[in-house]
């Protein structure tokens, strides 16, 4: 069956799907988030490595003392010579259970031993100067997340300007939407009242009336004819 006026009224607004906007915002919001988070991580890195390198320049070449630096003693080459020189000092103890000190393997266990200690010693003493290079890396890294920040900061700002603006029309729409329902509701109750849903298109402008004389036949004209 047709459907009626006020059906196809209440269809004329439909809800629209998420806009680029509202699917972006919460995209947006977690990558500036990320950043921030990112750009912590590296000034806390970068000031770690700061004050290590200041103590650096006060040690001097305590060897002994650097290694309480962090950024020192986790070094990779660091660690791999201190595991070296604590593997070398097993096999010293190992050896000194059984033999006496001047048993060849104890001469060269404690030759390999004093080898160790001199690389360590020259890995710890390169420590300030590849130290200095981290830093300068770390400034950049921490400089370059910053203007990255920045530039996430800017377009997040523009993105909630535009979503306020959206908002706006959002609560637009919503309001025609109300008087949109609001009038389609009042034309049903007016239906209901009048009883007839389905109106028709034709109206009656003046009643019929019946004809004083009959139409045929036209005695009049037959006999003008018959002359």
Same mark, same amino acid.
């Given at each position: 069956?047709p459907t009626?006026?006020?059906?196809?009224?209440?269809?004329?607004?439909?809800s629209?799907?998420p806009t680029?906007?509202?699917?972006?915002?919460?995209?947006?919001?977690?990558?500036?988030?990320? $950043?921030?988070?990112?750009?912590?991580?590296?000034?806390?890195?970068?000031?770690?490595m700061e004050?290590d390198?200041? =103590?650096?320049?006060r040690?001097?070449g305590?060897?002994?003392?650097?290694?309480?630096?962090?950024s020192?003693?986790?070094a990779?080459?660091v660690?791999?010579?201190?595991?070296? $020189?604590?593997?070398q000092?097993?096999?010293?103890?190992n050896?000194?259970?059984?033999?006496?000190?001047l048993?060849?393997a =104890?001469?060269?266990?404690?030759?390999?031993?004093?080898s160790?200690?001199?690389?360590?010693d020259?890995?710890? $003493?390169k420590?300030?100067?590849?130290?200095?290079?981290?830093?300068?890396?770390?400034?950049?890294?921490?400089?370059?997340?910053?203007?990255? +920040?920045k530039?996430?900061?800017?377009?997040?700002?523009?993105?909630?300007?535009?979503?306020?603006g959206?908002?706006?029309?959002?609560?637009?729409?919503?309001l025609?939407?109300?008087?949109?329902?609001?009038?389609?509701?009042r +034309?049903?109750?007016?239906?209901i009242?009048?009883?007839?849903?389905?109106?028709?298109?034709?109206r009656?402008?003046e009643?019929?009336? +019946?004809p004083?004389?009959p139409?045929?036949p036209?005695?009049? =004209?037959i006999?003008?004819?018959? +002359?």
């Amino acid at each position: 069956s047709p459907t009626s006026p006020a059906r196809r009224r209440s269809g004329a607004i439909t809800s629209a799907r998420p806009t680029a906007i509202e699917r972006r915002a919460p995209i947006g919001t977690e990558e500036f988030k990320t $950043l921030s988070e990112r750009r912590s991580a590296a000034t806390d890195e970068r000031r770690d490595m700061e004050r290590d390198f200041e =103590m650096t320049r006060r040690v001097g070449g305590k060897v002994e003392e650097l290694l309480t630096l962090s950024s020192i003693s986790r070094a990779p080459e660091v660690v791999a010579l201190k595991e070296k $020189l604590q593997a070398q000092q097993a096999t010293l103890a190992n050896h000194q259970l059984r033999y006496k000190e001047l048993h060849p393997a =104890m001469i060269q266990a404690r030759a390999e031993l004093a080898s160790i200690r001199q690389q360590l010693d020259a890995e710890v $003493l390169k420590a300030p100067l590849r130290l200095s290079q981290q830093l300068q890396a770390a400034i950049e890294k921490e400089r370059g997340l910053e203007l990255a +920040l920045k530039e996430q900061e800017k377009k997040l700002s523009l993105l909630n300007s535009q979503r306020s603006g959206f908002e706006h029309l959002q609560a637009d729409v919503a309001l025609h939407r109300k008087l949109h329902d609001a009038v389609i509701q009042r +034309l049903r109750e007016l239906d209901i009242v009048s009883g007839n849903k389905n109106k028709s298109e034709v109206r009656i402008i003046e009643a019929a009336s +019946l004809p004083e004389f009959p139409i045929r036949p036209n005695k009049k =004209m037959i006999l003008i004819y018959s +002359l």
